[in-house]
T-cell receptor, first 115, second 115 residues
Framework: AQKITQTQPGMFVQEKEAVTLDCTYD???????LFWYKQPSSGEMIFLIY??????QNATEGRYSLNFQKARKSANLVISASQLGDSAMYFC????????????FGTGTSLTVIP | EPEVTQTPSHQVTQMGQEVILRCVPI?????FYWYRQILGQKVEFLVS????????KSEIFDDQFSVERPDGSNFTLKIRSTKLEDSAMYFC?????????????FGPGTRLTVL
């Protein structure tokens, strides 16, 4: 089974609107971390936001917030007030305490912001 | 802000040749990683390295791969005899001593093309 599932290969959003990128995960480990990375066309991987499995509140970092629904095993990324520079691939990733240091990545969502 | 750096940004090699991909992790980080991303696919874990030894490796990381930290700053990935299917973007990542998030910070990647 896939550890991380991103079901939206591509998304479009109007500039200044909010967009939600979906991510579901699969783990039996009670201790895990969830991460979102942005990959622009230049290729680098930019860390955006982190959510720990024991965190009581949803993570927020500027225009990024994480809608963490533990019972549903989902960790959707919400980008508010989209900007043209937000156009990129977005990857959800998970680290489980039981499996050590490696990150498991999803297949990514390509976001295009329309002016 | 400190960054992970990688050289070269693009490497072209002939099948069967050896390549060395270089990374300079963030200076106070202790955990180092290599990932690869075949074009259009998700990021895959290769290996993690801590305290001068491999701590985990994936099935992809077979005998043709090796990692080394030859001095206090560089972290290298060697592919001994490249194959066509080794063509991918290779990312180095590092993370600081144990903290709350265990976030891994990625370098800009090296695009390896095997002809």
């Amino acid at each position: 089974a896939q550890k991380i599932t991103q079901t939206q290969p591509g998304m479009f959003v109007q500039e200044k609107e909010a967009v939600t990128l979906d991510c579901t995960y699969d783990t039996s480990d009670p201790s895990y971390g969830l991460f979102w990375y942005k990959q622009p066309s230049s290729g680098e991987m930019i860390f955006l936001i982190y959510q720990g499995s024991y965190d009581q509140q949803n993570a927020t970092e500027g225009r990024y917030s994480l809608n963490f629904q533990k019972a549903r095993k989902s960790a959707n990324l919400v980008i508010s007030a989209s900007q043209l520079g937000d156009s990129a691939m977005y990857f959800c990733a998970m680290r489980e305490k039981s499996t050590g240091n490696q990150f498991y990545f999803g297949t990514g969502t390509s976001l295009t912001v329309i002016p | 802000e400190p960054e992970v750096t990688q050289t070269p940004s693009h490497q072209v090699t002939q099948m069967g040749q050896e390549v060395i991909l270089r990374c300079v992790p963030i200076s106070n980080h202790l955990y180092f990683y290599w990932y690869r991303q075949i074009l259009g696919q998700k990021v895959e874990f290769l290996v993690s390295f801590y305290n001068n030894e491999i701590s985990e490796k994936s099935e992809i990381f077979d005998d043709q791969f090796s990692v080394e930290r030859p001095d206090g700053s560089n972290f290298t990935l060697k592919i001994r005899s490249t194959k066509l299917e080794d063509s991918a973007m290779y990312f180095c990542a590092s993370r600081p001593p144990s903290g709350r998030t265990d976030t891994q910070y990625f370098g800009p990647g090296t695009r390896l093309t095997v002809l």
